[in-house]
């Protein structure tokens, strides 16, 4: 029986990351648990393997990853700590083929009509109302804020859009954007963003 076949994994994530290129930039949502005090954690590390890690190894994608999330979480005052973290990050990267339904006039031989005019009047003969489907390829993004001594989710951003741009040069600051993108979402703000808003 043959293996299904798998994207490498620079490539899945770089096509996935791709999403903070759109012109309009990523959809991100954010969930976390509102019973926690964000303000008690002081220090953050990184889960081993990552969710983005592929066959025992750590991907030049993780590797961009935890260099943006480390600067996001500095800036909100915790400190790295590789050995004993309060906190843990995990990520996970997917694509989805998707169907995009449009409707738009078109030409035709019938006499079609838009549903609003409910048989009241129809449209001149040729005018009729086509539906188009189109697929395309969307990504996601999940960052996992994980407080390590409960084992328990306390904050998890999601940043999805449309994959539009692949190239290689183009990965890291995509990366980076659409890490910053979600973490803008986490309960804690930068400590300079904190500072001016006093």
Do not use: H
């Not at 994608?61 to 600067?71: G, M």
Request: hydrophobic share 40%.
């Amino acid at each position: 029986m043959k293996t299904p076949f798998r994207l490498p994994a620079l490539a899945l994530a770089a096509a996935l990351l791709a999403l903070a290129g759109c012109s309009t930039g990523p959809v991100v949502r954010a969930e976390y648990d509102k019973s926690v005090d964000f303000s008690q954690y002081k220090t953050f590390g990184f889960f081993s393997p990552l969710g983005t890690d592929r066959s025992g190894y750590e991907t030049v994608v993780s590797q961009y990853l935890k260099a943006a999330s480390r600067r996001e979480l500095e800036a909100r005052g915790l400190r790295y700590d590789e050995a004993a973290p309060q906190l843990r990050i995990n990520f996970n990267a997917r694509l989805s083929e998707q169907l995009r339904t449009t409707s738009m006039p078109g030409p035709s031989f019938g006499m079609g009509y838009y549903g609003y005019r409910g048989g009241f009047y129809s449209a001149w003969p040729m005018y009729s109302y086509d539906t188009i489907t189109t697929s395309y390829t969307e990504g996601t993004l999940n960052i996992d804020v994980v407080d390590a001594a409960r084992k328990q989710l306390v904050w998890e951003g999601v940043a999805v859009g449309n994959v539009n741009d692949t190239s290689a040069e183009s990965i890291r600051p995509k990366i980076e954007q659409a890490v910053a993108a979600a973490f803008a979402k986490y309960p804690l703000a930068p400590a300079a963003a904190a500072s001016a808003a006093r």
